[in-house]
Structure formats: C-alpha cells, structure tokens
C-alpha cells in the first residue's frame, strides 16, 4: 500500500537558519505529492504540491522538488521566521483516488530567536 | 467563502454517551473526508464520501462510529457509545477532487474528550 515517512521531529533552529524536512514516499502509479502545515489550534492547509516528477512547487519561500528517482519531496526553506513554528505534513495522493491522501506523521518546527 | 464549519469546536461527554459531530463542506465541493488526529497514531482517514456516497469506511475504527452524509452540504459522525479512547481532535476536510492533485480545505476540527 501506499506511504509516507517523515523525518522524526521536533525540529528546532534559530531565526534566519535555513531548513530541510525530509519526506520519503511508497506508492503504485504515479502520486502527487502535497506539504501541508498546521498552525496550533488550527485544521491543516496546503503550503505546496507537486503533480508529476521533476515538478517544483513552492510557496511563502517554501519549496518542495518532486523526485521520483528517490522518491522524495523535501521541503526546504533558506531562512525560516518565528511565524514558520507549526506541523509540517508530507502527504501523497495516487492517481485515480479521487483527492485521497495518504499523510506522513508529522514534524514539529519550531523557530526561536 | 466561510471554508469548511465544524461544529462543535470543543466537546467534552462522559463514556458511554452519544456523540455527534457536525461538517458542512465549501460549496460546490463533491468530496468530504473526516480524520482523527491524536499524539500516538497522528492523522487517520476514518471515511470518504464522493457525490454523498461513502467510498472508503476502512479506517473508521469500530462499529461504535458512523458517518453520514444526507445532501451535499452535511455530515455528521457518530460514536456510539463512546469510550476514553475516542478522545482526539476530528477533521472534517472537503475537495471538489475528481482528480488526485486537488486540495483538500480543513475544517478548524472538533476536539472531543471522553470522560
């Protein structure tokens, strides 16, 4: 079946400090693949997506590269804000299912001073 | 567009009680998910409903839960009766989705506790 792993976290970095949250992905088909982030108190929402290998997607100075050799979507940010603390997750969705997401677990980033 | 409404918010019963939790998707959207988030197992897919029919109850833990969805404006999850461990945040999520790449929209979820 199809899933997702994440790199554990939480993860903690100092303003300014650049970013990487690994994501790895098992599927049948070709997936698109989706970062999701979840500020507290809050549902999820999408941050970016990747519809076929080799795409890039990017948003608020995130970006993600679809890469199918690896099966990979790492979301990367050169330098990160307070504002970026929440839960980053990685999820995938194969072709055909109608929108179905198969989520990571979750990594926790939290940004200080 | 007011996005996806739960209601309610925050909700706290005794075991054993009924409890039921309300989603209205965005208009237009033919698609409807609901999730469980909890610290041990993280966010699970309990259901799915395309043009109101469920596709997929698979991850829907127990007879004790139920889902519904009357019209393309309304659903509801059931759990009956509930117990400790039902206690999490739930999820209603909507897409217009007929194909995979489409988003899905969060609701702000309901956070249930189960005394």
């Known amino acids: 079946g199809n899933s997702v792993t994440q790199m554990e976290g939480p993860v903690t970095l100092s303003e300014e400090a650049f970013l990487t949250i690994n994501c790895t992905y098992t599927?049948?088909?070709?997936?698109?693949l989706f970062w999701y982030v979840q500020y507290p108190g809050e549902g999820l929402q999408l941050l970016l997506k990747?519809?076929?290998?080799?795409d890039k997607g990017s948003n608020k100075g995130f970006e993600a590269t679809y890469r199918k050799e690896t099966t990979s979507f790492h979301l990367e940010k050169g330098s990160v804000q307070v504002s970026d603390s929440a839960v980053y997750f990685c999820a995938l969705s194969e072709s055909g299912t109608a929108s179905k997401l198969t989520f990571g677990t979750g990594t926790r980033l939290q940004v200080t001073l | 567009d007011a996005g996806v409404i739960q209601s309610p918010r925050h909700e706290v019963t005794e075991m054993g009680q009924e409890v039921t939790l309300r989603c209205k998707p965005i208009?237009?959207?033919?698609?409807l998910f609901w999730y469980r988030q909890t610290m041990m197992r993280g966010l699970e897919l309990l259901i799915y409903?395309?043009?109101?029919?469920?596709?997929?109850d698979s991850g829907m833990p127990e007879d004790r839960f139920s889902a519904k969805m009357p019209n393309a404006s309304f659903s509801t999850l059931k759990i009956q009766p509930s117990e400790p461990r039902d206690s999490a945040v739930y999820f209603c999520?909507?897409?217009?989705?007929?194909?995979?790449?489409?988003?899905?929209?969060f609701g702000p979820g309901t956070r249930l506790t189960v005394l």
């Open positions: 990747a519809t076929k290998a080799d």
């Open positions: 208009s237009g959207h033919n698609s």
């Open positions: 599927a049948t088909g070709y997936p698109s």
């Open positions: 999520a909507s897409s217009s989705g007929v194909v995979s790449y489409n988003e899905q929209f």
């Open positions: 409903f395309n043009n109101n029919v469920p596709i997929d």
